[in-house]
Structures are given as C-alpha cells and as structure tokens.
C-alpha cells in the first residue's frame, strides 16, 4: 500500500470513530495537513448528522465551507467531544510531533479544548523516540534570532522557516539534530522562552487514541 494509501484508511477508520457520537449539536474539533484533509472530505457526506467545526487552521476551514461544514469561532463553542489530526511523528505513549504545515498552535489550542484527541498517521510516523522529525516552533517575529540562540542552548540546531507565516501572523523555527528524551519536559522548557508561542511538541496533553495505518490493516491504541 502507498502512504497515500494508508492515509486514506486511517480517514476511513476515524470516521468509523466518531460517526456514532454524532449528534444534531455536535461540533467537531478538525486538524490540518493532508491526513487530516483526507478525513474533512469523508466527513462532507455527513454534514447533516451535527452542526458544524472548529479548524486549527485557515486552510482546513476553507475545505470544510467549501463541503457545507459550518465553522464556528472556539470561543463561542468552548469543548468539544473529538480533534482529529494527523502528526509528524508519534511515540508508544501518543507523544507527538506536529507543525509540518506550520498550524501547531491552533492545532494545541483546539486540542486542549477536545474531550478526546484522536491521530490519524500513516505507519511512517509512528517512532520509538521523538526528534527525527525537526520540533517546530512558532516565534514572534522580532524574537527569532533570541529563541534560535535559547534553543541552541538546549541542543537543537535551530533553522529559520523562510517564507513561512503562520496563521497568526508569526515565524517558524525547525530544530534538527534535537532527539527528545523526555518531551513532555522538553516541550515545558521551550514554551519558557520569551517570545516563544508554543512548540509543536504535543507531550502534556497528547492523543487519546491513535489510528495507525499499517499494511496489514489500521491498528487502534487507546491510552484514556
Ligand atoms: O502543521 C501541520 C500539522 O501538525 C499536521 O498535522 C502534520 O504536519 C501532519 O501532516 P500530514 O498529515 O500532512 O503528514
């Protein structure tokens, strides 16, 4: 199977998940990148079954509006039941990497908000220990150079993101060379940096459930 392929099961099977919670009032918490995209266009055929979502990103709430999903602001929403998102890497303990695309902070954010966290990976992200993927960090503009400077200081080899502007306007910092013994520690020290928003370290409140696509079928490990 192609990770194409793999990705489209796990969409498949994260469907399978939530569709008997669904209700009239139900508004789902949706995630960003291509895994995520694959399960927004199996949930437009479903749009009359609950009331709507909030995106962690601009990009994923112009794909649910344009498939009739209503998008509604989290702060007239406060909790909601599910976040479905993919990662960049994900450990035994549901630890992840995420911010390939750049959207990590609205991607915590909306995870802190959701009753339960559920990540769709194709088998490639799954690892024994975080940090092969380079840790994403979203920075205020005129904080880069003093973050990149912090964030050698903790072993990480910090690069600029050229061209890239999150949806809140800020700058990207990948660290290479930066394998994570204890993320959740990790993830604590970076967000201490003045000028740091977050970090796509997701340790402290990780994934309830993952569903990882394997060549022989979509495994299912629920830690909560
Ligand atoms: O900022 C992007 C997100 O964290 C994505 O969830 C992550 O990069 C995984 O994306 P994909 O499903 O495209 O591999």
Do not use: W
Request: glycine content about 10%; aromatic content about 6%.
């Amino acid at each position: 199977m192609t990770q194409d392929e793999l990705k489209a099961a796990v969409a498949d099977a994260a469907i399978k998940e939530i569709e008997p919670h669904l209700e009239k009032d139900t508004v789902l918490g949706i995630g960003t990148g291509s895994t995520a995209n694959l399960f927004i266009d199996r949930l437009g055929p479903l749009r009359d079954r609950f009331k709507g979502a909030v995106a962690s990103s601009d990009a994923s709430a112009k794909r649910l509006e344009a498939l009739g999903i209503e998008i509604f602001e989290l702060n007239n929403v406060g909790e909601v039941p599910f976040y479905i998102d993919g990662a960049d890497e994900v450990n035994a303990n549901l630890q992840m990497i995420k911010g390939g695309g750049a959207a990590l902070t609205r991607e915590k954010i909306v995870a802190a908000c959701a009753k339960r966290f559920i990540c769709i990976a194709d088998g490639s992200k799954y690892v024994n220990q975080l940090g092969n993927f380079p840790l994403p960090v979203e920075v205020i503009p005129m904080a880069r150079s003093y973050v990149a400077r912090e964030l050698v200081k903790l072993g990480a080899d910090p690069v600029y993101r050229q061209g890239v502007i999150t949806d809140n306007g800020n700058q990207i910092i990948d660290c290479f060379d930066f394998m994570i013994d204890d993320p959740a520690s990790i993830e604590a020290r970076i967000n201490a940096i003045v000028g740091v928003v977050t970090n796509g370290l997701f340790a402290q409140r990780g994934a309830d459930v993952l569903l990882l696509g394997k060549t022989d079928g979509v495994e299912r490990t629920a830690l909560r």
